[in-house]
């Protein structure tokens, strides 16, 4: 079974002859940089230096996919956000946004050279590449692009106070720019999935608890996902940073094949609730676990969270800069390691 059809199978809820290990979330480190040559910040925007730390994930680290990009503020900055340009260890950050007031919702279109703005056409070409590259060398494996979903979006448009405060205060101007994101991730996508990418994850942690009220993700933002899942025209993922156990349920009915879920969330739980009805990924802690223990300790962290559940062995969210590639390689090893012992 190739990678791709594992990884494939795997988010169909298919049997497989192993689960697959890979990243769904950011797989940039200092050592992959320094390995291959490139370096954050420019490898946030230039296709070339991307498309090397992103395969660095596969041909270096071991990782079963290719996933990038290693930062996400292509959408926002085209519709008027700023960002600082990040650092060597660090991705960039929000400095302003364009809706300041709920009036100034009605000004927010989508824009006729949304795929002409520098962030979205450097990721259109960096997915060129990696497509290239992976028929090129014959790799069978899943090439994983990351985008903001419609929550993210909006907190981003609306900066995260407004984004709160109208949850409760302001819902039609909050419901139209959660609409309005979802309708562009989702036309987004599909031409990301044009380009050869084989999934997309949908980063939307805005939506969970550790932002949002949990009685307000149904009618807030299900029928978003549903809608952009009817859309979506290739392998789907949702990515939930925080404590999701409380929305668990409806994300399953969201549409998506699957969800990546930080360690907060307990996946033997989440596997008992969901797991015939969504693809289960994650969730080995990239902190506590990949940055900072031992590779036996990773590895230990890595079979429990397979014996727990997951269908996706994943980090539970992007893998920090200063993580030891050894670690990482310890962390793909478990997943084989698992399945030689079960035999014995």
Known sequence: MTMLERFTRS??????????????????????MEMTGTSWPKAFTDPEEMAALAMAGYEIAGLEGVRYPFSSPDIPQAFGCTYSKGTHDSPPHQLDFPCKNPEDVKNVVIPDNLYESPGVAAMIETTDILRKQIDDKGYELPLIAGILGPASFASCVAGVNNYLMWCVKETDALSELIRLGGEVCAEYANVLYDHGA???????????????????????????????????????????????????????????????????????????????????????????????????????????????????????????????????????????????????
Not at 12 to 31: F, I, M, W, Y
Not at 291 to 307: D, F, T
């Open 11 to 32: 988010l169909l809820r298919k049997e497989v002859d192993k689960v697959p290990v890979c990243s769904v979330t950011q797989t940039g480190t200092t050592g992959l």
């Open 198 to 344: 084989d999934s997309v994850v949908i980063i939307d942690s805005e939506s969970g608890p550790d932002l949002f009220p949990p009685p307000l993700f149904e009618p807030m933002f299900l029928p978003a996902y549903q809608k952009m899942t009817r859309t979506m025209k290739g392998l789907n993922i949702l990515h939930m940073c925080g404590d999701a156990t409380a929305i668990l349920e409806p994300i399953a009915e969201s549409g998506f094949l699957g969800v990546s879920l930080e360690e907060k969330v307990h996946m033997d739980y989440a596997s008992h609730v969901v797991g015939n009805e969504i693809c289960l990924i994650g969730n080995v802690s990239p902190a506590d676990d990949l940055l900072l223990r031992s590779p036996a300790e990773v590895k230990a962290a890595a079979k429990k969270c397979i014996e727990d559940g997951t269908r996706i062995l994943a980090p539970g969210c992007g893998i920090a800069p200063y993580t030891p590639l050894e670690n990482i390689k310890a962390f793909v090893a478990a997943r084989d390691e698992y399945y030689s012992e079960q035999e014995s």
